[in-house]
């Protein structure tokens, strides 16, 4: 880890009352009502006054003891060249479907978008068009999916270039929120995996692994209004570049602390939509704590529930109550 500065997050007669000012989310945004981008069409993004942080390097989390909470093992997910069935064009590794996620070669001299379909739920993906693989999340449950590759025709205008439908039965309905893909791509070597385990190390369950990382990433985490008045459709955050320079937008924030989560075991999602009254497009996670439960002076969480977490005002500076669910319309879960 680069240019790391000591400092002590871990206070534990603290934690849970800072757990989640707004009730276990940690999502990611701006502030009373200031935007926060991420690479949408949909709107403009407004941006709030505030200035990011100038320093960069990954900040120590430093615990002030040795937890027991345990790391299960760490979940991966490759594309399988040995297992992929060539299209021609197109080859497609189903192998993992149970784990939560397919993986995708395409090759063509344009653009290209892919399409998971589900019932009426449509997820849209830029994708690379030199057969490196990608790694697409199952994230919409059991059931049959529709895969469809589309290429650029024109400005704006794309046609099928090949499809596909794949029956999809799941390990668990967490498997797609477990492990690395598109959206929250990191791997085992990734700083933000060792971040996680040194939080870990430090924690003694789920929930409280949950309220160190929410405490540490308010602390070393700032926003880039610049990023977010020039962030462009289709940016996909890098866990790692976000630690390393120590600043980002929503969307990074929400797969920072999706990676962080993920590989230490504990399922997330990563959530865009809307946010408060203002419609403000935003990125979020909700946390599956799986421990007995706890009530805190903020919050009661009950025990085998999403909660949702939402790092974003907390970093930006808010520390008030962000109001009911009713204020996050979610669009799309990864």
Not at 17 to 26: D, G, M, R, Y
Not at 79 to 98: H, P, T
Not at 128 to 142: C, K, R, V
Not at 250 to 264: G, K, M, N
Request: aromatic share 10%; charged share 25%.
């Amino acid at each position: 880890m680069l240019d790391m500065i000591n400092s002590k997050y871990f206070r534990k007669q603290n934690t849970y009352s800072l757990i989640i000012c707004v009730t276990v989310i940690i999502a990611l945004c701006l502030i009373f009502g200031a935007g926060c981008s991420i690479g949408t069409d949909d709107e403009d993004i407004e941006v709030s006054d505030l200035e990011a942080d100038d320093q960069v390097g990954i900040m120590e989390y430093s615990g002030d003891k040795e937890g027991e909470y345990v790391t299960p093992e760490f979940n991966d997910s490759a594309f399988n060249d040995e297992k992929a069935d060539d299209y021609g064009q197109v080859r497609l590794d189903i192998s993992s479907v149970n784990l939560g996620y397919f993986g995708i070669e395409v090759s063509s001299d344009n653009s290209l978008k892919l399409q998971v379909i589900k019932g009426d739920d449509t997820y849209t993906y830029d994708i690379n068009s030199e057969m490196n693989p990608e790694i697409i999340p199952l994230n919409m449950g059991n059931g049959k999916y529709e895969i469809k590759v589309m290429e650029a025709i024109g400005e704006q205008k794309y046609a099928k270039l090949w499809s596909d439908t794949i029956n999809v039965e799941l390990d668990t309905k967490y498997s797609a929120f477990l492990r690395p893909s598109k959206m929250v791509n990191y791997n085992q070597d990734s700083q933000c995996v060792k971040l996680g385990q040194e939080i870990a190390n430090a924690s003694d369950s789920d929930l409280e692994l949950v309220s160190n990382a929410y405490e540490y990433l308010c602390e070393a985490i700032s926003y880039d209004n610049n990023k977010a008045a020039s962030v462009t459709s289709g940016y996909i955050p890098d866990p790692d570049a976000t630690l390393e320079e120590r600043k980002g937008i929503c969307f990074d924030y929400a797969a920072l602390s999706a990676a962080i989560f993920r590989s230490q075991g504990i399922p997330c999602q990563l959530i865009t939509g809307y946010v408060t009254s203002e419609n403000v497009y935003h990125a979020w996670n909700k946390v599956y704590i799986k421990s007995e439960g706890w009530v805190t002076v903020e919050i009661s969480a009950d025990a085998n529930d999403w909660q949702r977490i939402d790092i974003t005002f907390a970093a930006s500076g808010i520390d008030e109550e962000l109001g009911e669910d009713n204020e996050y319309t979610q669009l799309y879960v990864y």
